[in-house]
Protein backbone atom coordinates (compact mmCIF):
# COMPACT_ATOMS: atom_id res chain seq x y z
CA UNK A 1 0.00 0.00 0.00
CA UNK A 2 1.12 3.57 -0.74
CA UNK A 3 1.84 5.60 2.63
CA UNK A 4 2.13 9.04 2.73
CA UNK A 5 3.06 10.77 6.06
CA UNK A 6 2.71 14.09 7.15
CA UNK A 7 5.21 14.85 10.26
CA UNK A 8 2.58 16.27 12.91
CA UNK A 9 -1.53 16.25 12.87
CA UNK A 10 -1.56 19.38 14.33
CA UNK A 11 0.61 22.26 15.34
CA UNK A 12 0.05 25.57 16.99
CA UNK A 13 2.38 28.48 15.70
CA UNK A 14 2.96 32.34 16.98
CA UNK A 15 2.41 34.68 14.11
CA UNK A 16 5.79 35.93 12.53
CA UNK A 17 7.38 31.97 13.13
CA UNK A 18 9.01 29.96 10.35
CA UNK A 19 6.87 26.48 9.63
CA UNK A 20 7.68 23.52 8.32
CA UNK A 21 5.17 20.97 7.47
CA UNK A 22 6.86 17.75 6.02
CA UNK A 23 5.70 14.64 3.69
CA UNK A 24 7.17 11.19 3.26
CA UNK A 25 6.31 8.96 0.55
CA UNK A 26 7.46 5.39 0.39
CA UNK A 27 6.43 4.82 -3.41
CA UNK A 28 8.87 6.27 -5.36
CA UNK A 29 6.26 8.46 -6.84
CA UNK A 30 7.33 11.55 -9.58
CA UNK A 31 4.55 13.80 -8.41
CA UNK A 32 4.09 15.28 -4.50
CA UNK A 33 1.49 17.70 -4.05
CA UNK A 34 0.36 20.53 -1.14
CA UNK A 35 -3.03 21.89 -0.82
CA UNK A 36 -4.80 23.72 2.04
CA UNK A 37 -8.31 22.62 2.73
CA UNK A 38 -10.89 25.65 4.03
CA UNK A 39 -14.53 25.39 5.01
CA UNK A 40 -16.35 26.95 1.88
CA UNK A 41 -13.26 26.76 -0.33
CA UNK A 42 -12.40 22.96 -0.80
CA UNK A 43 -8.74 21.93 -1.73
CA UNK A 44 -6.90 24.58 -2.85
CA UNK A 45 -3.51 24.08 -4.42
CA UNK A 46 -0.05 25.71 -3.01
CA UNK A 47 2.40 23.82 -5.15
CA UNK A 48 3.70 20.80 -6.50
CA UNK A 49 6.99 19.07 -7.58
CA UNK A 50 7.19 16.42 -10.91
CA UNK A 51 10.65 15.80 -9.85
CA UNK A 52 13.78 16.50 -7.28
CA UNK A 53 14.39 19.96 -6.95
CA UNK A 54 11.40 20.64 -9.27
CA UNK A 55 8.56 22.87 -8.41
CA UNK A 56 5.98 24.31 -10.23
CA UNK A 57 3.30 27.28 -7.96
CA UNK A 58 -0.10 26.15 -7.84
CA UNK A 59 -3.25 28.14 -7.47
CA UNK A 60 -2.06 29.96 -4.64
CA UNK A 61 1.14 30.32 -3.49
CA UNK A 62 1.67 34.03 -1.87
CA UNK A 63 3.10 33.38 1.93
CA UNK A 64 4.62 29.70 0.65
CA UNK A 65 7.69 27.93 -0.31
CA UNK A 66 9.00 24.66 -1.30
CA UNK A 67 11.70 22.27 -0.95
CA UNK A 68 12.55 18.62 -3.13
CA UNK A 69 15.47 17.82 -1.79
CA UNK A 70 15.01 14.04 -2.23
CA UNK A 71 12.59 12.42 -4.55
CA UNK A 72 10.50 11.00 -1.36
CA UNK A 73 10.00 14.18 1.02
CA UNK A 74 8.30 17.36 0.02
CA UNK A 75 8.11 20.59 2.19
CA UNK A 76 6.71 23.20 2.55
CA UNK A 77 7.56 26.39 4.51
CA UNK A 78 6.37 29.48 5.62
CA UNK A 79 8.02 31.84 5.56
CA UNK A 80 6.41 33.99 8.27
CA UNK A 81 3.22 32.70 9.43
CA UNK A 82 0.02 34.57 10.20
CA UNK A 83 -3.35 34.19 11.01
CA UNK A 84 -4.63 33.40 7.33
CA UNK A 85 -2.76 30.68 7.00
CA UNK A 86 -4.53 28.47 9.53
CA UNK A 87 -5.75 25.61 7.57
CA UNK A 88 -6.23 21.91 7.25
CA UNK A 89 -2.82 21.47 5.09
CA UNK A 90 -2.71 17.96 3.03
CA UNK A 91 0.53 16.39 1.01
CA UNK A 92 -0.77 14.01 -1.80
CA UNK A 93 1.42 12.03 -4.40
CA UNK A 94 1.07 10.26 -7.75
CA UNK A 95 3.31 8.14 -9.53
CA UNK A 96 3.30 10.23 -12.77
CA UNK A 97 0.69 12.74 -14.22
CA UNK A 98 -1.38 9.62 -15.42
CA UNK A 99 -2.09 7.94 -12.12
CA UNK A 100 -4.57 8.56 -9.30
CA UNK A 101 -3.10 10.35 -6.19
CA UNK A 102 -2.69 9.36 -2.35
CA UNK A 103 -3.11 11.52 0.03
CA UNK A 104 -1.54 12.10 3.86
CA UNK A 105 -3.76 12.23 7.30
CA UNK A 106 -3.21 15.99 6.71
CA UNK A 107 -1.79 18.84 9.55
CA UNK A 108 -4.10 21.50 11.06
CA UNK A 109 -1.97 24.13 11.44
CA UNK A 110 -3.13 26.79 14.13
CA UNK A 111 -1.19 30.19 13.90
CA UNK A 112 -2.17 32.08 16.74
CA UNK B 1 -16.28 29.72 -15.21
CA UNK B 2 -14.84 27.25 -12.44
CA UNK B 3 -13.01 24.20 -13.86
CA UNK B 4 -14.84 22.43 -11.79
CA UNK B 5 -18.50 22.36 -10.44
CA UNK B 6 -19.61 20.24 -7.65
CA UNK B 7 -22.66 20.78 -5.83
CA UNK B 8 -21.63 21.04 -1.97
CA UNK B 9 -24.76 20.16 -0.60
CA UNK B 10 -25.39 18.99 2.70
CA UNK B 11 -27.32 16.14 1.42
CA UNK B 12 -29.49 13.55 3.56
CA UNK B 13 -30.57 9.88 2.90
CA UNK B 14 -32.08 7.35 4.22
CA UNK B 15 -29.98 3.85 5.27
CA UNK B 16 -30.34 1.77 1.87
CA UNK B 17 -31.05 4.84 -0.19
CA UNK B 18 -29.18 4.75 -3.89
CA UNK B 19 -26.88 8.05 -3.55
CA UNK B 20 -25.65 10.08 -6.45
CA UNK B 21 -23.12 12.81 -6.27
CA UNK B 22 -22.17 14.85 -9.38
CA UNK B 23 -19.54 16.95 -11.29
CA UNK B 24 -18.77 19.33 -14.08
CA UNK B 25 -15.58 20.13 -15.98
CA UNK B 26 -15.06 22.64 -18.10
CA UNK B 27 -11.48 22.02 -19.26
CA UNK B 28 -10.85 19.48 -21.92
CA UNK B 29 -7.39 18.50 -20.95
CA UNK B 30 -8.42 16.96 -18.07
CA UNK B 31 -7.69 12.97 -18.95
CA UNK B 32 -7.87 11.16 -15.54
CA UNK B 33 -11.04 10.85 -13.17
CA UNK B 34 -11.44 10.54 -9.66
CA UNK B 35 -13.27 10.19 -6.46
CA UNK B 36 -11.86 10.64 -3.08
CA UNK B 37 -14.29 10.37 0.40
CA UNK B 38 -12.97 12.17 3.34
CA UNK B 39 -14.06 11.53 7.02
CA UNK B 40 -14.14 14.22 9.01
CA UNK B 41 -10.84 15.74 10.63
CA UNK B 42 -9.07 12.74 8.56
CA UNK B 43 -6.68 12.73 4.98
CA UNK B 44 -9.09 11.85 1.35
CA UNK B 45 -9.18 8.50 0.57
CA UNK B 46 -9.09 7.39 -3.00
CA UNK B 47 -12.30 5.55 -3.93
CA UNK B 48 -12.79 5.39 -7.57
CA UNK B 49 -10.02 6.12 -10.35
CA UNK B 50 -10.83 6.10 -14.07
CA UNK B 51 -9.87 7.78 -17.16
CA UNK B 52 -12.68 6.62 -20.15
CA UNK B 53 -15.92 7.06 -20.57
CA UNK B 54 -18.36 4.68 -19.37
CA UNK B 55 -18.70 3.05 -16.12
CA UNK B 56 -16.86 1.53 -13.58
CA UNK B 57 -17.93 -0.61 -10.75
CA UNK B 58 -16.21 -1.45 -6.75
CA UNK B 59 -19.00 -3.09 -4.90
CA UNK B 60 -21.79 -0.73 -4.07
CA UNK B 61 -19.54 1.95 -5.30
CA UNK B 62 -20.07 2.87 -9.56
CA UNK B 63 -18.41 5.85 -11.14
CA UNK B 64 -19.68 6.87 -14.51
CA UNK B 65 -17.73 9.36 -16.75
CA UNK B 66 -19.46 11.37 -19.82
CA UNK B 67 -16.74 12.93 -21.57
CA UNK B 68 -18.49 14.46 -24.17
CA UNK B 69 -20.80 16.17 -22.08
CA UNK B 70 -17.69 16.53 -18.89
CA UNK B 71 -19.78 15.32 -16.33
CA UNK B 72 -18.58 12.69 -14.07
CA UNK B 73 -21.01 10.93 -11.24
CA UNK B 74 -20.54 8.79 -8.26
CA UNK B 75 -23.00 6.42 -7.01
CA UNK B 76 -23.89 4.70 -4.05
CA UNK B 77 -25.67 2.00 -3.65
CA UNK B 78 -27.41 0.26 -0.32
CA UNK B 79 -26.19 2.99 1.25
CA UNK B 80 -24.89 2.54 5.02
CA UNK B 81 -24.32 5.41 8.12
CA UNK B 82 -20.40 4.35 7.38
CA UNK B 83 -20.96 6.08 3.92
CA UNK B 84 -21.40 9.66 5.85
CA UNK B 85 -18.40 11.70 4.87
CA UNK B 86 -17.48 14.17 2.57
CA UNK B 87 -17.41 13.15 -1.58
CA UNK B 88 -14.51 15.02 -3.74
CA UNK B 89 -14.29 14.61 -7.41
CA UNK B 90 -11.06 15.21 -8.98
CA UNK B 91 -9.76 15.54 -12.33
CA UNK B 92 -6.20 15.06 -13.43
CA UNK B 93 -4.22 16.32 -16.90
CA UNK B 94 -1.35 18.33 -17.95
CA UNK B 95 -0.03 17.92 -14.72
CA UNK B 96 -2.64 19.71 -12.96
CA UNK B 97 -5.00 17.77 -10.02
CA UNK B 98 -8.28 19.60 -9.50
CA UNK B 99 -10.71 19.20 -7.01
CA UNK B 100 -14.24 19.99 -6.56
CA UNK B 101 -15.44 21.26 -3.27
CA UNK B 102 -16.45 18.39 -2.07
CA UNK B 103 -20.61 17.22 -1.52
CA UNK B 104 -21.33 16.86 2.30
CA UNK B 105 -23.52 13.44 2.39
CA UNK B 106 -25.16 11.90 5.69
CA UNK B 107 -26.77 8.55 6.26
CA UNK B 108 -29.76 8.23 8.72
CA UNK B 109 -29.81 4.78 9.91
Known amino acids: DVKVTQSSRYLVKRTGEKVFLECVQDMDHENMFWYRQDPGLGLRLIYFSYDVKMKEKGDIPEGYSVSREKKERFSLILESASTNQTSMYLCASSLNQRAEAFFGQGTRLTVV | QKEVEQDPGPLSVPEGAIVSLNCTYSNSAFQYFMWYRQYSRKGPELLMYTYSSGNKEDGRFTAQVDKSSKYISLFIRDSQPSDSATYLC?????????FGQGTRLTINP
Open chain 2, 90 to 98: AFQGAQKLV
